[in-house]
């Protein structure tokens, strides 16, 4: 087999760039003609075609490469109890371990405006929750005690190691 025929075979995917080099080498090339041979003919498709995951790279190990997957409920239901007390807001995550960013939103004059603080929690494992009491801002606090019916919605930043990140909403009316 000549140099050509095994360049071909490397640039077709038949053979590993491993076996590339020592075939060179086998046919007369020097070690580091044969190696610059390999890192020149590289191609995208081959390149894939020949990437072996580690150990740390397969699936369901460390943490995918996909969006997570958080959800968040609001489980006050009363103005009074919000005003006072503030709201309390489940979150969780579904498919891998993130960090969650909570905050209640209330709507104001027909926007929604940041109503709390923001509640970081780190490390959150995968298909569990976390409850949270979030202290409602001053003016929040006093169109609950004007409105009888005031929307709110807890918010929830879900961040993975990859920095994949996903925000959910879901609202709720106070009455």
Same mark, same amino acid.
């Given at each position: ?44 498709? /081959? ?27 609001? @489980? ?48 959150? /494992? ?30 929830? @930043? ?18």
């Amino acid at each position: 087999m000549g140099s050509e025929d095994i360049v071909g075979a490397y640039v077709e995917g038949r053979i590993s760039r491993r076996t590339l080099v020592r075939r060179l080498v086998a046919a007369g090339v020097s070690v580091g003609a044969a190696s610059a041979y390999a890192q020149l003919l590289a191609s995208p498709s /081959t390149a894939e075609a020949k990437h072996v995951s580690t150990y740390y790279e397969q699936p369901g190990y460390y943490s995918s490469p996909n969006p997570p997957e958080p959800w968040v409920e609001v @489980r006050t239901s009363k103005r009074k109890r919000a005003r006072k007390k503030g709201v309390d807001v489940r979150a969780g995550i579904d498919n891998e371990s993130v960090s969650l960013d909570i905050h209640v939103e209330a709507k104001r004059n027909g926007k929604w405006r940041k109503a709390s603080k923001v509640h970081r929690v780190d490390h959150v /494992t995968v298909q569990s929750s976390v409850d949270v009491r979030l202290k409602l801002d001053k003016p929040t606090r006093k169109q609950l005690k004007k409105k009888k019916n005031v929307r709110v919605r807890g918010v929830v @930043r879900a961040e993975d190691a990859h920095s994949n990140r996903k925000t959910v909403r879901s609202a709720r009316k106070l009455t």
